[in-house]
């Protein structure tokens, strides 16, 4: 079945860490551009991240920039968000999602691609 699998989310304390992957199943994540979204309660999903195929360049939208960062290891087919410095703010269900490029990386709008599932992250003391 060709999807994307996600897993990884949980409670965390603020100032804390978590690793999501983005796990593609029955089709290569290669070809593809993967970008992170999330989405808190009552507002609009926003772009977090995104990664390239052609040459692995990387996105990261200013509220994450210097804590987040986007990788992919095309041998296990698949893509990660490691989260550092992790704020209260943080708090949302995060999805990855394909598109040919990071172009759109910050309007979920624009990505008519595979999405995952949804993973959620709370981030409280």
């Known amino acids: 079945q060709v999807q994307l699998v996600q897993s990884g989310g949980g409670l965390v304390q603020p100032g804390g860490s978590l690793k999501l992957p983005c796990v593609g199943t029955g089709f290569s994540l290669g070809p593809y551009a993967i970008g992170w979204f999330r989405q808190a309660p009552g507002k609009e999903r926003e772009g977090v991240s995104c990664i390239s195929a052609s040459d692995g360049s990387t996105y990261y939208a200013d509220s994450v920039k210097g804590r987040f960062t986007i990788s992919r290891d095309n041998a296990k087919n698949t893509v990660y968000l490691q989260m550092n410095s992790l704020k209260p703010e943080d708090t949302a269900v995060y999805y990855c999602?394909?598109?040919?490029?990071?172009?759109?990386?910050?309007?979920?709008?624009?990505?008519?691609?595979?999405w995952g599932q949804g993973t959620q992250v709370t981030v409280s003391s």
């Open positions: 999602a394909t598109d040919p490029t990071c172009e759109y990386y910050d309007d979920h709008e624009m990505w008519l691609g595979f």
